[in-house]
């Protein structure tokens, strides 16, 4: 059973980066794609962007100057870069597997929420 | 930037039909995948390629897509699915969720 664990710093200060990384137990990170997904308290779910295991990226357009998705196949892991962070970043971050090419979320974290504040 | 939009509230009988809309652009273009999420929990895919259901997920749910609008629909409703209900598409490599529809069994 394929298990994924988000990881980095609860609380973030305003124009800092944020750093978080999702380990993947259970299966190997080869051969799928991989996302990030966030959800501010009481909101929806938004897309951040995804990384295939051999590095290409694509981010959503309405982030994708301040976000870099890396990936680390040796260690089954791959992270988010969120940078110049404001309260509007304030969010529960998900990672998530993509079963193929623009398919859907099959296997979830279980969220960390990350908060923007000084 | 491409839109999904979901009713925010759907209100529904125990054992009744509820219906989940998702409208978008040339929707029926595409492929519309289903989750549900419960407070505190991550979501959970119940359908995927319009109408396909992952290992688990009962029969009582089904999914359809053509021109512009996906349908959810949850027959023979349960209090267990009571949840937040999200569409989701891919616009090129862009992923996109729908506004989220809140589903009360009252």
């Known amino acids: 059973q394929v298990q994924l664990q988000e990881s980095g710093p609860g609380l973030v200060k305003p124009s800092e980066t944020l750093s978080l990384t999702c380990t993947v137990s259970g299966g190997s990170i080869s051969s799928y794609y991989w996302s990030w997904i966030r959800q501010p308290p009481g909101k929806g779910l938004e897309w951040i962007g995804n990384?295939?295991?051999?590095?290409?990226?694509n981010y959503n357009p309405s982030l994708k100057s301040r976000v870099t998705i890396s990936v680390d196949t040796s260690k089954n892991q791959f992270s988010l870069k969120l940078s110049s962070v404001t309260a509007a970043d304030t969010a529960v971050y998900f990672c998530?597997?993509?079963?193929?090419?623009?398919?859907?979320?099959?296997?979830w974290g279980r969220g960390t929420l990350v908060t923007v504040s000084s | 930037s491409y839109e999904l939009t979901q009713p925010p509230s759907v209100s529904v009988s125990p054992g009744q039909t509820a219906s989940i809309t998702c409208s978008g652009d040339?929707?029926?273009?595409?492929?519309a995948y289903w989750y549900h999420q419960k407070p505190g929990q991550s979501p959970v895919l119940v359908i995927y390629q319009d109408n396909k259901r992952p290992s688990g997920i009962p029969e009582r749910f089904s999914g359809s897509n053509s021109g512009n609008t996906a349908t959810l629909t949850i027959s023979g409703t349960q209090a267990m699915d009571e949840a937040d209900y999200y569409c989701q598409a891919w616009d090129s490599s862009t992923g996109v969720f729908g506004t989220g529809t809140k589903v009360t069994v009252l």
């Open positions: 040339k929707l029926g273009e595409k492929y």
């Open positions: 998530a597997r993509v079963d193929g090419y623009n398919s859907h979320f099959d296997y």
């Open positions: 990384i295939y295991y051999s590095g290409s990226t």
